[in-house]
């Protein structure tokens, strides 16, 4: 359906389509998970004296588990539509690698700031649904345009989905999306990293 609407070959949209919802998956549900890490972990953090980062890496372990047993539908549809298998296409490791090191500042930031205001968890999913829709997973950039372009090469979430997706087509990352997710991946690490030194100790009277 989605192949007609967009006047698309089925077998290059189809591989499109499936690579992209299951990155953008993986990639939400870190977001959404690792906002209750550290209230689902209440009990722990009151009784027992143990690195938070723990609860955040368990996050990204168990989403990432999830993701490599969904990625036998793409498997599939790969095979259906005969996606070439490159060397690019095992940039998929490093793109993993790299959306999982981000996932563990994410999980720990939005952990912390749920754990102090928790309605923040009900706005986080609320703007993932738009982020959806304005993140070339339906469709591709090229078809936005020139102008609209843009709001694809600023949009992180479509580098940390692309950075994933682009490998799995057989094709390399674009450099601009190497970069956008490595200034992603600095700034917030250093951003986490300041936030967790100074109120990590509140946790346990915040919960």
């Known amino acids: 359906m989605w192949a007609n609407l967009w006047n698309q070959d089925p077998k290059t949209y189809l591989p499109f389509l499936c690579a992209g919802m299951l990155t953008w998956s993986l990639v939400s549900t870190i977001v959404t998970d690792g906002a209750l890490a550290f209230t689902s972990g209440e009990s722990l953090i009151k009784q027992i004296r143990f690195p938070y980062t723990i609860l955040s890496c368990s996050v990204v372990w168990r989403n990432l588990v999830v993701f490599l047993h969904n990625l036998l539908i793409f498997v599939v549809v790969g095979l259906y539509a005969r996606v070439p298998i490159t060397m690019a296409s095992l940039l998929v490791v490093p793109g993993l690698v790299i959306v999982s090191i981000n996932g ?103 919960l």
């Open 104 to 206: 563990i500042w994410i999980v720990t930031l939005l952990g912390l700031l749920c754990a102090r205001y928790r309605d923040i968890q009900q706005l986080i999913t609320s703007l993932l649904q738009v982020a959806l829709f304005v993140t070339p997973i339906f469709y591709t950039p090229e078809q936005l345009g020139s102008q609209l372009r843009k709001i694809a090469d600023w949009n992180v979430m479509f580098h940390y989905v692309e950075v994933v997706r682009a490998p799995l087509l057989g094709r390399a990352p674009a450099a601009w999306t190497w970069t956008v997710v490595s200034i992603a991946t600095v700034l917030g690490w250093g951003l986490t990293l300041w936030t967790f030194s100074r109120f990590r100790r509140r946790v346990p009277y915040w």
